[in-house]
């Protein structure tokens, strides 16, 4: 972490870090930024996977969120409200891509072999399963890019991101139902495209 | 949840292991940083072109006080009918002394041809 952030409490809560950047205070939103950038990022990812989008669009966000800061209530907790400006700005921006972007993946952390799915397919006795990573990357991301993008949004954020239902329909701005319903469509086209990977 | 299902969702899960650079979200934010300072820079010149420091606010009253004093003077200036009625505020008219020839405020003036 910046040096910066030296006398900052790393305790601060989102509320007062909030309303000191609404009095002007750079630091407090930096260290906002600090917190959310990596969930944002990794949201932005996995429903572009392309990384330098990902970048780019995060950073979006964050101006956006920088601008809008004064017109934010509290009403929801900075966290849904970021999200939210988050969500939709990939999703516009999905919209006008539509087809035309490659990927362009990050690499994956060693710790993916330690992972419970992971240690499963290994020892799996059908040949395929010891397929290396970058297959195994590439076919969880054909998988992804087969989905919706509503779909898409639902399984980053339930699946990858352990985001609960009812915080999601408050981003996304839908029942939970509809969060559910979602998630139940999205795992059975993935079960199509993933059959070779499951017992 | 089925089985199918809650096996989809272990593999999907391991998409959390795809993570950007060591050093990655440091950069991120100095990136973030450069971003923000550039754009308060246009935004800091933009408003003091606008709405001025020190200098440019006197300027700007200058011209504005120049403008009325300007519009004061055209408004009074004795051009009006009220003008014509007070023989004392009426503008100076400039006669000429001599007949100008080929004038065409005096069409009937003789017109002398020089002959060789």
Do not use: C
């Not at chain 1, 919209?95 to 992971?118: F, H, P, T, V």
């Not at chain 1, 993935?190 to 059959?195: F, K, T």
């Not at chain 2, 993570?19 to 100095?30: A, S, T, V």
Request: glycine share 6%; hydrophobic share 35%; proline share 5%.
């Amino acid at each position: 972490m910046s040096s910066e952030f030296e006398n900052e409490s790393p305790t601060d809560a989102d509320e007062v870090l909030v309303s000191r950047a609404q009095s002007g205070d750079t630091l407090a939103f930096d260290q906002l930024v600090v917190r959310y950038s990596p969930r944002l990022y990794g949201m932005i990812y996995h429903m572009t996977s392309n990384k330098e989008d990902a970048n780019d669009l995060t950073q979006d966000v964050f101006a956006k969120a920088y601008r809008s800061l004064n017109r934010f209530r509290g009403r929801s907790s900075f966290y849904t409200w970021i999200y939210a400006i988050g969500t939709n700005m990939t999703l516009n921006f999905l919209k006008k891509r539509n087809r035309r972007a490659a990927w362009s993946l990050d690499n994956l952390d060693s710790g993916i072999q330690n992972d419970e799915a992971m240690v499963d397919l290994a020892h799996a006795a059908n040949p395929r399963h010891q397929s290396d990573l970058n297959e195994l990357q590439k076919k969880l991301n054909e998988a992804m890019q087969s989905l919706s993008n509503a779909h898409r949004a639902v399984v980053t954020m339930f699946d990858i991101q352990g985001i609960p239902h009812a915080e999601i329909s408050k981003i996304l701005k839908v029942s939970e139902g509809t969060v559910r319903s979602r998630l139940f469509y999205a795992h059975r086209q993935l079960q199509g495209h993933l059959e070779e990977f499951i017992k | 949840m089925n089985e199918p299902e809650k096996q989809v969702q272990k593999l999907i899960r391991l998409k959390r292991f795809e993570e950007p650079r060591d050093g990655y979200f440091e950069d991120f934010l100095k990136e973030f940083q450069s971003r923000r300072n550039e754009r308060e820079t246009s935004k800091g010149f933009l408003n003091s072109r606008v709405s001025g420091g020190a200098g440019n606010r006197k300027w700007f009253i200058g011209a504005g006080m120049a403008y009325a004093a300007l519009l004061a003077v055209v408004l009074m200036w004795p051009n009006g009918p009220e003008a014509k009625q007070d023989a004392s505020r009426q503008p100076i008219i400039f006669e000429p002394k001599q007949p100008v020839r080929n004038s065409v405020t005096s069409p009937k003036a003789p017109v002398s041809i020089p002959r060789p």
